[in-house]
């Protein structure tokens, strides 16, 4: 193992690094009060300021914390200068810290939807802008985190609206802890809509050839498997889409699929033998499409797509 060589005190040219902290190493304050220390440093006194020459600068005794009042107000990168006395003779150094300072709300506005604006939908995206002159901003929709911020743009991809008035708290807070909040009103309303969301199942139907002519079944046959995965489409975004799964005196479900823009993603259990495979889309309205499919579920047979692995749900055929 190579040995690290230390620090001699008598060597002017191995000396340990000057260390400066601010605030306990805050990158950023929101305050032009800050604290000043010097860890592992012996002297007597402390000078302190913003300018090499300390014009302006105070001198104090030297304790584990010193205070220190920055001058001005002037929101950014602020530079601290420290030279360590021992008697009036003996000095350290110049020392040197950075902090940034920021006491200014990030700005924030220009949402959509716009403040009033109606609509009908179940829920709505949220966006806007969000920047702040100093440091980065992070943003909060109704106490919880935005789904991501980009160019000074934020966006909250599902905000689930209840009937009439929803009010949308909408918060910036910047690196410092400055805090900026706006209020957004979105009006679900669903007077006169009576068209409900379709919903079509991507679905293979059993069919017989005999001969030169191809039988079709309103059936669908699988596997051993009970776990049967779905895709369709619906004309709704914000639909509630979910499945029911019926076989004689037995029910499963409700199954919640997964929406994304017109594309239906979900899975059900089967029950062994027939299954009435009911698929429902509901919008905010109320309005409901409904459509029925039979799924045999045929566990005299073994179906499994083995490679590519992907989810290896199994069972279909």
Not at 162 to 179: F, I, L
Not at 234 to 242: S, Y
Request: proline share 4%; no cysteine; aromatic share 10%.
């Amino acid at each position: 193992m190579k040995k690290q060589k230390g620090f001699d005190p008598l060597s002017s040219s191995s000396t340990p690094p000057l260390v400066l902290e601010i605030d306990r190493h805050a990158l950023y304050t929101r305050t032009t009060n800050i604290l000043v220390s010097f860890p592992g440093f012996v002297a007597e006194h402390a000078a302190i300021g913003e300018i090499e020459d300390f014009t302006n600068g105070i001198m104090q005794d030297l304790a584990a914390n010193l205070p220190y009042g920055m001058k001005g107000e002037s929101n950014g990168t602020r530079q601290v200068y420290v030279r360590l006395y021992r008697n009036t003779v003996e000095q350290s150094p110049l020392i040197t810290g950075t902090i940034i300072f920021d006491n200014v709300a990030p700005s924030i506005g220009d949402f959509s939807p716009s403040n009033g604006v109606p609509t009908n939908r179940r829920w709505i995206m949220v966006t806007g802008a969000a920047t702040d002159a100093v440091s980065a901003v992070r943003v909060f929709v109704d106490g919880k985190w935005s789904d991501g911020i980009s160019e000074g743009r934020f966006r909250y991809d599902r905000y689930m609206l209840e009937t009439g008035t929803n009010r949308v708290q909408v918060t910036a807070e910047d690196m410092a802890g400055n805090v900026a909040t706006q209020f957004l009103d979105v009006v679900q309303d669903t007077t006169g809509d009576a068209t409900a969301p379709s919903i079509t199942l991507d679905l293979p139907k059993d069919y017989e050839i005999i001969g030169e002519v191809t039988n079709w079944f309103n059936q669908t046959t699988f596997g051993t498997n009970d776990l049967l995965y779905l895709k369709g489409l619906t004309d709704d975004e914000t639909a509630d889409v979910r499945f029911m799964v019926y076989a004689q005196d037995q029910t499963n479900g409700p199954f919640s699929a997964v929406v994304t823009v017109t594309q239906v993603w979900g899975t059900v259990h089967l029950f062994p033998g027939s299954n009435t495979l009911q698929a429902l889309a509901s919008d905010a309205a109320g309005n409901t499409s409904t459509n029925f499919h039979t799924i045999i579920r045929d566990t005299n047979f073994f179906f499994e797509i083995t490679y590519p692995y992907g989810d290896r749900g199994g069972g279909q055929a």
